[in-house]
């Protein structure tokens, strides 16, 4: 919680790829990082596309990987207000249509 918020939650024509920077030390952390924000994109749908972008390098973590999901933790911190609030008590029905061809 003590680091500086930041508006944008990935920085524009960033290419993480799979073999560049060091590998991270403690992958575990970072798998469930990763994780969570997983989780939070439940709620956040903003956050889908850059939580997508760095769950393909979980497999073998390395330092920007881990720089760009602290970057999304910054952008939560600054859009904390944001969100999709579900009550437990409303008549919420959730209706899915497709074209299948």
């Keep these: 919680m003590g ?4 508006s944008i939650p990935l920085e524009q024509n960033v290419k993480l790829s799979v073999d560049e920077g060091d590998l991270v030390e403690d992958t575990t952390m970072c798998r469930r990082m990763v994780g969570n ?5 439940i709620t956040r749908p903003d956050l889908n596309y850059v939580v997508e972008v760095v769950s393909q390098f979980m ?4 330092k920007p990987h881990l720089d760009a999901v602290r970057r999304i933790l910054r952008y939560i ?3 904390l207000q944001c969100g999709i609030f579900y009550e ?9 249509y497709t074209d299948v061809d």
Aim: with cysteine; glycine share 4%.
């Design 59 to 62: 497999q073998t973590p390395r």
């Design 3 to 6: 680091c500086k918020p930041i």
């Design 37 to 41: 924000l997983i989780y939070m994109t």
């Design 77 to 79: 911190k600054h859009t």
């Design 88 to 96: 437990t008590k409303s008549q919420l029905q959730v209706h899915g």
